[in-house]
């Protein structure tokens, strides 16, 4: 990343690093215990070059409603100091998503401008519990950021009207006794995301470059803290101004690996198969890429030049 922000300043520009509060509990969650978390695993000055600002403010509440064209959205809640910054670079790490299929650049975009607001917006989904395997265990309850969950006759009880469906509870739940209707919220979920994605970017045409870091690619996201072993061989690095090609080129380069056997990926492992529904066997990743593309957000077509 320093060698990004040196690059930066040499062409004049003012860079800073930035990220977004959660929608979930956790050392993240505001601004103060955000950047304190940054500096710990080492993003401070003197290694970056570069302050980290929050970019949605103290709690969340500095928002920027963005006007988009979409079948869900007519407008977006975007970080405020994202949302007036004149350019940007995203820095992704690829990888699996349990919902998502995977996280890519568009992935990063949706909900690391997002405030809170704007996530919450996002997953608008309400997961459920699946009595006979739910253990009564407590750990969704001692997950869930809005106190939705109780424990009644030994078995997890969701209140969707206080559920923001941020998926913690599925998350933590080790029997997985929590699960979600695929068939009808995922798409949606996926369309929502993508949505945001493009509020983000919107007025910086033009003046966002993309890079995407193929390596240790895990089948979580990074939201959580613990990561499996990685799905596939590391690849590389991808450089574009063009997310929907960045995501193409890396859903393309990930498939096209041999699957490892010790790890989460179930299914797929040969070249040329979805190592991400092999993993999240519910998902379709490349979702993400066509309707991105739907919404002119850029080419799932590339040129691939080797450095």
């Known amino acids: 990343m320093r060698q990004v922000v040196d690059k930066v300043k040499e062409c004049g520009g003012l860079p800073f690093l930035t990220d977004t509060n959660t929608l979930y509990l956790g050392s993240r969650s505001n601004a103060v215990d955000h950047i304190t978390t940054a500096v710990l695993h080492g993003f401070d000055y003197a290694v970056a070059g570069a302050p980290v600002i929050i970019a949605d403010g103290l709690f969340g509440t500095n928002i920027t409603w963005v006007t988009i064209k979409g079948k869900h959205f007519k407008r977006v809640a975007i970080a405020g100091d994202i949302a007036v910054s004149h350019s940007m670079i995203v820095m992704t790490h690829f990888k699996g998503h349990m919902v998502a299929g995977f996280g890519g650049a568009i992935k990063n975009l949706a909900m690391g401008c997002a405030p809170p607001a704007g996530k919450r917006e996002q997953h608008e989904a309400h997961p459920f519990t699946i009595g006979e395997r739910c253990i009564g265990c407590g750990k969704c309850v001692a997950a869930c950021p809005k106190s939705a969950i109780t424990i009644k006759k030994k078995r997890s009880v969701i209140d969707r009207n206080r559920c923001i469906g941020c998926f913690e509870c599925m998350t933590v739940c080790p029997e997985h006794a929590i699960d979600i209707n695929w068939a009808t919220e995922i798409p949606q979920f996926v369309e929502r995301l993508v949505e945001y994605a493009c509020g983000a970017v919107k007025g910086k045409e033009g003046r ?28 590389g690095i991808l450089a574009s101004t063009d997310p929907v090609a960045i995501d193409a080129a890396g859903f393309a380069l990930v498939n096209d690996q041999p699957g490892f056997a010790d790890s989460l990926l179930q299914t797929h492992r040969r070249k040329g198969q979805d190592k991400f529904s092999g993993t999240w066997e519910n998902t379709e990743g490349y979702q993400q890429i066509h309707y991105a593309e ?7 077509h590339y040129n691939m030049i080797h450095i």
């Open 208 to 235: 966002v470059g993309y890079f995407s870091f193929l390596t240790r690619i895990t089948p979580d996201c990074d939201c959580v803290p613990w990561s499996d072993a990685a799905i596939v061989p590391d690849i």
């Open 294 to 300: 739907e919404l002119g957000m850029g080419s799932s």
